[in-house]
Protein backbone atom coordinates (compact mmCIF):
# COMPACT_ATOMS: atom_id res chain seq x y z
CA UNK A 1 0.00 0.00 0.00
CA UNK A 2 1.82 3.36 -1.32
CA UNK A 3 -0.49 5.25 0.46
CA UNK A 4 -2.48 5.96 -3.05
CA UNK A 5 -6.32 5.33 -3.79
CA UNK A 6 -5.30 2.30 -6.09
CA UNK A 7 -3.73 0.12 -3.47
CA UNK A 8 -6.21 1.06 -1.20
CA UNK A 9 -9.16 0.38 -3.53
CA UNK A 10 -7.13 -3.18 -4.13
CA UNK A 11 -7.14 -4.61 -0.62
CA UNK A 12 -11.07 -3.26 -1.05
CA UNK A 13 -11.54 -5.58 -3.43
CA UNK A 14 -10.03 -8.21 -1.69
CA UNK A 15 -11.72 -8.35 1.03
CA UNK A 16 -14.82 -8.20 0.05
CA UNK A 17 -14.33 -10.99 -1.92
CA UNK A 18 -13.69 -12.77 1.89
CA UNK A 19 -9.73 -12.83 1.71
CA UNK A 20 -7.86 -12.07 4.90
CA UNK A 21 -5.53 -9.10 3.89
CA UNK A 22 -2.70 -7.40 5.44
CA UNK A 23 -1.45 -4.03 4.34
CA UNK A 24 1.92 -3.88 3.48
CA UNK A 25 4.10 -0.36 2.58
CA UNK A 26 7.83 -0.53 2.08
CA UNK A 27 9.91 1.80 2.69
CA UNK A 28 12.72 2.02 -0.38
CA UNK A 29 14.43 5.39 0.06
CA UNK A 30 15.61 7.81 2.50
CA UNK A 31 16.61 11.25 1.44
CA UNK A 32 13.88 14.13 1.32
CA UNK A 33 12.28 12.95 -1.60
CA UNK A 34 8.34 11.92 -2.21
CA UNK A 35 8.65 8.43 -2.28
CA UNK A 36 8.07 6.95 1.02
CA UNK A 37 7.10 9.80 2.88
CA UNK A 38 6.05 9.67 6.44
CA UNK A 39 2.28 10.97 4.34
CA UNK A 40 2.50 8.19 2.28
CA UNK A 41 3.05 5.77 5.39
CA UNK A 42 0.08 7.62 7.17
CA UNK A 43 -2.53 7.70 4.35
CA UNK A 44 -1.58 3.93 3.84
CA UNK A 45 -2.26 3.24 7.60
CA UNK A 46 -5.22 5.31 7.39
CA UNK A 47 -6.55 3.07 4.73
CA UNK A 48 -5.79 0.34 6.43
CA UNK A 49 -7.70 1.08 9.29
CA UNK A 50 -10.86 2.34 8.02
CA UNK A 51 -10.46 -1.15 5.86
CA UNK A 52 -10.16 -2.80 9.26
CA UNK A 53 -7.02 -4.28 8.43
CA UNK A 54 -3.50 -4.84 10.08
CA UNK A 55 -0.67 -2.46 8.18
CA UNK A 56 3.13 -2.85 8.58
CA UNK A 57 6.21 -1.02 6.84
CA UNK A 58 9.06 -2.84 5.66
CA UNK A 59 12.12 -1.78 5.16
CA UNK A 60 13.80 -2.46 1.86
CA UNK A 61 15.93 0.48 1.61
CA UNK A 62 19.26 -1.80 1.23
CA UNK A 63 17.79 -3.84 -1.63
CA UNK A 64 16.08 -0.70 -3.42
CA UNK A 65 19.52 0.93 -3.34
CA UNK A 66 21.50 -2.21 -5.02
CA UNK A 67 19.03 -2.85 -7.52
CA UNK A 68 17.29 -0.13 -8.33
CA UNK A 69 19.42 3.32 -7.30
CA UNK A 70 22.48 1.66 -8.20
CA UNK A 71 21.58 -0.02 -11.36
CA UNK A 72 19.84 3.43 -12.62
CA UNK A 73 23.12 5.54 -12.22
CA UNK A 74 25.00 2.51 -13.86
CA UNK A 75 23.31 2.07 -16.76
CA UNK A 76 23.27 6.47 -17.29
CA UNK A 77 26.85 6.01 -16.76
CA UNK A 78 27.12 3.71 -19.53
CA UNK A 79 25.20 5.77 -22.17
CA UNK A 80 21.73 4.25 -21.85
CA UNK A 81 18.21 5.51 -20.36
CA UNK A 82 17.07 3.13 -17.48
CA UNK A 83 13.61 2.52 -16.28
CA UNK A 84 13.80 1.98 -12.39
CA UNK A 85 10.50 0.91 -12.31
CA UNK A 86 10.84 -1.86 -14.22
CA UNK A 87 13.50 -2.85 -12.24
CA UNK A 88 11.60 -2.28 -9.10
CA UNK A 89 8.88 -4.32 -9.90
CA UNK A 90 11.73 -7.27 -11.24
CA UNK A 91 13.77 -7.49 -8.06
CA UNK A 92 11.76 -5.64 -5.40
CA UNK A 93 8.11 -5.60 -5.46
CA UNK A 94 7.39 -9.01 -7.35
CA UNK A 95 10.45 -10.52 -5.83
CA UNK A 96 11.72 -10.06 -2.71
CA UNK A 97 8.28 -9.02 -1.37
CA UNK A 98 6.38 -11.53 -2.99
CA UNK A 99 9.11 -14.27 -1.25
CA UNK A 100 8.24 -12.15 2.07
CA UNK A 101 4.32 -12.62 1.29
CA UNK A 102 5.23 -16.68 1.37
CA UNK A 103 7.34 -16.39 4.49
CA UNK A 104 4.56 -14.98 6.59
CA UNK A 105 2.09 -17.68 5.26
CA UNK A 106 -0.22 -15.29 2.97
CA UNK A 107 -1.06 -16.76 -0.71
CA UNK A 108 -1.16 -13.84 -2.72
CA UNK A 109 0.62 -10.45 -3.33
CA UNK A 110 -1.85 -7.89 -4.02
CA UNK A 111 -1.06 -4.76 -5.90
CA UNK A 112 -2.86 -1.42 -7.25
CA UNK A 113 -1.50 -2.01 -10.92
CA UNK A 114 -3.56 -1.43 -14.00
CA UNK A 115 -3.37 -5.12 -15.29
CA UNK A 116 -4.77 -8.33 -15.80
CA UNK A 117 -3.50 -11.89 -15.01
CA UNK A 118 -5.64 -14.89 -16.48
CA UNK A 119 -4.78 -18.43 -16.75
CA UNK A 120 -4.60 -19.98 -20.33
CA UNK A 121 -6.35 -23.47 -19.65
CA UNK A 122 -4.91 -24.95 -22.79
CA UNK A 123 -1.32 -23.96 -22.59
CA UNK A 124 -1.46 -23.89 -18.16
CA UNK A 125 0.15 -20.76 -18.65
CA UNK A 126 -0.86 -17.25 -16.36
CA UNK A 127 -0.83 -14.61 -19.16
CA UNK A 128 -0.51 -11.22 -18.44
CA UNK A 129 -2.96 -8.99 -20.27
CA UNK A 130 -3.70 -5.09 -20.75
CA UNK A 131 -5.94 -2.86 -18.05
CA UNK A 132 -9.59 -2.27 -19.04
CA UNK A 133 -8.17 1.88 -18.85
CA UNK A 134 -6.42 1.88 -22.19
CA UNK A 135 -4.92 5.54 -20.27
CA UNK A 136 -3.75 3.67 -17.20
CA UNK A 137 -2.65 0.30 -18.40
CA UNK A 138 0.77 -0.58 -16.79
CA UNK A 139 1.73 -4.00 -18.47
CA UNK A 140 4.47 -2.18 -20.17
CA UNK A 141 6.57 -2.27 -17.07
CA UNK A 142 5.33 -5.84 -15.49
CA UNK A 143 6.30 -7.36 -19.01
CA UNK A 144 9.28 -8.89 -16.65
CA UNK A 145 7.02 -11.12 -14.42
CA UNK A 146 7.38 -14.85 -14.39
CA UNK A 147 4.93 -17.74 -14.66
CA UNK A 148 5.71 -18.63 -10.53
CA UNK A 149 5.17 -14.84 -10.08
CA UNK A 150 2.08 -14.01 -12.07
CA UNK A 151 0.42 -17.50 -9.82
CA UNK A 152 0.85 -15.78 -6.48
CA UNK A 153 0.11 -12.18 -7.54
CA UNK A 154 -3.56 -10.51 -7.98
CA UNK A 155 -4.48 -7.06 -10.04
CA UNK A 156 -7.99 -6.87 -8.83
CA UNK A 157 -8.28 -3.35 -10.61
CA UNK A 158 -7.59 -4.79 -13.89
CA UNK A 159 -10.90 -4.58 -14.80
CA UNK A 160 -11.67 -0.83 -13.65
CA UNK A 161 -11.74 2.63 -14.89
CA UNK A 162 -9.38 4.86 -12.83
CA UNK A 163 -12.76 6.85 -12.41
CA UNK A 164 -14.51 3.98 -10.89
CA UNK A 165 -11.73 3.44 -8.44
CA UNK A 166 -12.17 6.85 -7.33
CA UNK A 167 -15.80 6.52 -7.12
CA UNK A 168 -15.23 2.98 -4.86
CA UNK A 169 -12.80 4.89 -2.67
CA UNK A 170 -15.27 7.69 -2.20
CA UNK A 171 -18.32 4.94 -1.01
CA UNK A 172 -15.90 3.79 1.51
CA UNK A 173 -14.77 7.10 2.65
CA UNK A 174 -11.04 6.82 1.96
CA UNK A 175 -9.21 9.78 2.66
CA UNK A 176 -7.34 9.33 -0.32
CA UNK A 177 -10.44 8.86 -2.63
CA UNK A 178 -9.15 12.07 -4.75
CA UNK A 179 -5.18 12.23 -3.69
CA UNK A 180 -3.12 12.97 -6.86
CA UNK A 181 -0.56 10.62 -8.11
CA UNK A 182 2.98 11.53 -9.11
CA UNK A 183 4.58 10.57 -12.54
CA UNK A 184 8.09 11.27 -11.47
CA UNK A 185 11.06 9.06 -10.55
CA UNK A 186 9.85 8.11 -6.95
CA UNK A 187 13.68 8.89 -5.65
CA UNK A 188 14.10 11.84 -8.51
CA UNK A 189 10.85 14.00 -7.85
CA UNK A 190 12.45 16.84 -9.45
CA UNK A 191 13.29 14.79 -12.52
CA UNK A 192 17.06 16.16 -12.23
CA UNK A 193 18.22 13.33 -13.32
CA UNK A 194 21.90 14.35 -13.61
CA UNK A 195 21.96 16.50 -10.74
CA UNK A 196 20.84 13.04 -8.48
CA UNK A 197 23.53 10.82 -10.35
CA UNK A 198 26.15 13.68 -9.35
CA UNK A 199 25.33 13.92 -5.99
CA UNK A 200 24.89 10.07 -5.48
CA UNK A 201 28.67 9.40 -6.80
CA UNK A 202 30.42 12.81 -5.75
CA UNK A 203 31.50 13.13 -8.92
CA UNK A 204 30.21 15.51 -11.72
CA UNK A 205 30.14 14.41 -15.04
CA UNK A 206 33.01 15.18 -17.46
CA UNK A 207 32.40 17.42 -20.61
CA UNK A 208 32.98 16.38 -23.94
CA UNK A 209 32.62 17.36 -27.21
CA UNK A 210 29.40 17.33 -29.60
CA UNK A 211 29.96 15.68 -32.98
CA UNK A 212 27.79 15.79 -35.93
CA UNK A 213 27.28 12.86 -38.30
CA UNK A 214 30.62 13.60 -40.46
CA UNK A 215 32.88 13.56 -37.22
CA UNK A 216 32.81 17.56 -37.04
CA UNK A 217 33.10 19.24 -33.41
CA UNK A 218 29.91 20.89 -33.06
CA UNK A 219 30.30 22.50 -29.78
CA UNK A 220 30.60 20.73 -26.18
CA UNK A 221 28.25 18.79 -23.91
CA UNK A 222 28.04 18.76 -20.38
CA UNK A 223 28.46 15.41 -19.20
CA UNK A 224 26.67 12.60 -20.77
CA UNK A 225 24.43 11.87 -18.23
CA UNK A 226 22.73 14.60 -19.30
CA UNK A 227 21.30 13.74 -22.30
CA UNK A 228 19.32 10.95 -24.05
CA UNK A 229 18.35 9.60 -27.56
CA UNK A 230 16.28 12.22 -29.36
CA UNK A 231 16.73 15.29 -27.33
CA UNK A 232 16.81 18.36 -28.89
CA UNK A 233 16.14 21.06 -25.93
CA UNK A 234 19.36 22.24 -24.19
CA UNK A 235 21.63 19.96 -26.23
CA UNK A 236 23.88 23.35 -27.16
CA UNK A 237 25.09 21.96 -30.98
CA UNK A 238 25.71 24.85 -33.31
CA UNK A 239 23.94 24.82 -36.88
CA UNK A 240 21.86 26.37 -39.17
CA UNK A 241 19.40 23.79 -38.57
CA UNK A 242 18.01 21.32 -35.43
CA UNK A 243 20.31 18.73 -34.39
CA UNK A 244 18.49 15.89 -32.12
CA UNK A 245 20.88 13.62 -30.03
CA UNK A 246 21.57 10.63 -32.05
CA UNK A 247 24.26 8.77 -30.16
CA UNK A 248 26.45 8.62 -27.00
CA UNK A 249 29.75 7.54 -26.74
CA UNK A 250 31.18 6.89 -23.04
CA UNK A 251 34.49 5.50 -24.48
CA UNK A 252 35.33 8.62 -26.17
CA UNK A 253 32.90 11.09 -24.06
CA UNK A 254 31.56 12.19 -26.92
CA UNK A 255 27.39 13.30 -28.28
CA UNK A 256 26.85 13.38 -31.45
CA UNK A 257 23.64 14.42 -33.27
CA UNK A 258 21.77 14.43 -36.19
CA UNK A 259 18.74 15.86 -37.84
CA UNK A 260 15.75 14.51 -36.91
CA UNK A 261 15.42 11.90 -40.00
CA UNK A 262 18.62 10.53 -38.64
CA UNK A 263 16.61 9.19 -35.63
CA UNK A 264 14.40 6.67 -37.29
CA UNK A 265 15.88 3.22 -36.84
CA UNK A 266 13.70 0.10 -38.09
CA UNK A 267 15.21 -2.62 -36.21
CA UNK A 268 15.98 -3.06 -32.84
CA UNK A 269 17.74 -5.68 -30.53
CA UNK A 270 16.71 -6.83 -27.17
CA UNK A 271 18.54 -8.40 -24.42
CA UNK A 272 17.18 -10.11 -20.86
CA UNK A 273 14.32 -11.62 -22.67
CA UNK A 274 11.26 -12.78 -20.84
CA UNK A 275 8.60 -14.36 -22.06
CA UNK A 276 4.72 -15.05 -20.68
CA UNK A 277 2.52 -15.64 -23.10
CA UNK A 278 5.23 -18.80 -24.27
CA UNK A 279 7.98 -20.74 -23.38
CA UNK A 280 9.61 -20.06 -26.70
CA UNK A 281 9.24 -18.46 -29.96
CA UNK A 282 9.70 -20.88 -32.49
CA UNK A 283 9.44 -19.20 -35.49
CA UNK A 284 8.94 -15.18 -36.52
CA UNK A 285 5.90 -13.78 -34.72
CA UNK A 286 3.70 -10.52 -36.03
CA UNK A 287 3.53 -8.60 -32.51
CA UNK A 288 2.58 -5.24 -32.11
CA UNK A 289 5.62 -3.55 -30.02
CA UNK A 290 6.21 -0.60 -27.51
CA UNK A 291 9.67 0.66 -27.25
CA UNK A 292 8.59 3.22 -24.39
CA UNK A 293 5.78 3.09 -21.78
CA UNK A 294 3.79 6.32 -23.40
CA UNK A 295 4.60 4.87 -26.41
CA UNK A 296 1.69 3.76 -28.95
CA UNK A 297 2.52 -0.27 -30.17
CA UNK A 298 3.47 -0.27 -33.66
CA UNK A 299 3.76 -3.62 -36.18
CA UNK A 300 6.30 -5.29 -36.08
CA UNK A 301 7.98 -9.19 -36.39
CA UNK A 302 10.23 -10.10 -33.79
CA UNK A 303 12.54 -13.41 -33.86
CA UNK A 304 14.29 -14.92 -31.02
CA UNK A 305 17.74 -15.15 -31.37
CA UNK A 306 18.85 -16.67 -28.35
CA UNK A 307 17.96 -18.06 -24.94
CA UNK A 308 17.44 -14.51 -24.15
CA UNK A 309 17.65 -12.45 -27.15
CA UNK A 310 15.49 -11.09 -29.55
CA UNK A 311 15.60 -9.13 -32.98
CA UNK A 312 12.48 -7.26 -33.64
CA UNK A 313 11.89 -5.60 -37.11
CA UNK A 314 9.00 -2.50 -37.74
CA UNK A 315 6.95 -2.16 -40.56
CA UNK A 316 7.85 1.89 -40.32
CA UNK A 317 11.21 3.42 -38.93
CA UNK A 318 10.49 3.87 -35.27
CA UNK A 319 11.79 7.85 -33.75
CA UNK A 320 14.53 7.58 -31.47
CA UNK A 321 15.22 4.08 -30.32
CA UNK A 322 16.62 4.24 -26.96
CA UNK A 323 19.54 1.79 -25.39
CA UNK A 324 18.06 0.83 -21.95
CA UNK A 325 14.15 0.96 -22.47
CA UNK A 326 12.15 -2.09 -22.43
CA UNK A 327 10.54 -3.39 -25.63
CA UNK A 328 7.18 -5.19 -24.74
CA UNK A 329 5.34 -7.24 -27.87
CA UNK A 330 2.08 -7.16 -27.71
CA UNK A 331 -0.45 -9.91 -29.04
CA UNK A 332 -3.83 -7.76 -28.66
CA UNK A 333 -4.59 -7.35 -25.13
CA UNK A 334 -1.87 -10.04 -24.12
CA UNK A 335 1.72 -9.84 -23.49
CA UNK A 336 3.77 -11.98 -25.27
CA UNK A 337 6.58 -10.59 -23.11
CA UNK A 338 9.94 -8.10 -23.46
CA UNK A 339 13.53 -7.51 -22.71
CA UNK A 340 15.97 -4.40 -22.52
CA UNK A 341 16.75 -2.21 -25.66
CA UNK A 342 20.44 -2.55 -26.91
CA UNK A 343 20.97 -1.13 -30.02
CA UNK A 344 19.48 0.06 -32.88
CA UNK A 345 20.54 -0.22 -36.38
Given at each position: MSGGVDSSVAAALMLRQGYECIGVT???FSGGSRCCSLEDVNDARAAAERLGMPHYVFNFTGLFKTEV??????????????NPCIDCNRSVKFNALLLRTRQIDFD???TGHYAQIEKDEASGRYLLKKSADQKKDQSYVLY????????????????????????????????????QESQDICFVPDRDYAAFIERYTGRNAAEGDI????????????GLIRYT???????????SRPLYVKAKS??????????EESLYSKTLFVVDLNLIACASLEKPLRVKVKTRYLQHEQWAVAEQTGP?????????AQRAITPGQAAVLYDGDIVVGGGTITAPV
Open positions: LKLIDRFVKTYQEGATPYLVCLTQEQLARTCFPLGPFTKSRVREIAAGLELGNARKLDLDGNIRGRHRIGQRRGVGAVCVTGNTLTVGPDTLRVDFDE
